[in-house]
């Protein structure tokens, strides 16, 4: 099994920064994919990030690409997520997630089965 805790997040004004941090507890295969998924009030789950976890393949949401980056530190099992220049739009609930690495790391939240438990990024005008 694989647990997933997260930190980081909380306020911030447009224009500001925040880093998440998604430490894996537990069974770690050598070959996963992990990645970030946001969900705001009344919408869906959906991609912001994705990564394989030797680092060398990515994937990121053409709403935050440029600003936002996805990394891994395997020594400490650990992936953060890097936001800069936040947009109130930025504003969810955002969650870590992982799993095993079947060939390809997708985007859609529903091929994941492993998730943090969530940290709440608001972002003010």
């Known amino acids: 099994q694989v647990q997933l805790v997260q930190s980081g997040g909380g306020s911030v004004q447009a224009g500001g920064s925040l880093r998440l941090s998604c430490t894996a507890v537990g069974y770690i295969p050598t070959r996963m994919c992990m990645g970030w998924f946001r969900q705001a009030p009344g919408k869906e789950r959906e991609g912001v990030a994705v990564s394989y976890n030797d680092g060398g393949s990515t994937w990121y949401a053409d709403s935050v690409k440029g600003r936002f980056t996805i990394s891994q530190d395997n020594a400490k099992n650990t992936m953060y997520l890097q936001m800069n220049s936040l947009k109130p739009e930025d504003t969810a609930m955002y969650y870590c997630?992982?799993?095993?690495?079947?060939?390809?790391?997708?985007?859609?939240?529903?091929?994941?089965?492993?998730w943090g438990q969530g940290t709440q990024v608001t972002v003010s005008s």
């Open positions: 997630a992982a799993v095993f690495f079947r060939g390809y790391c997708s985007e859609i939240s529903s091929e994941y089965n492993y």
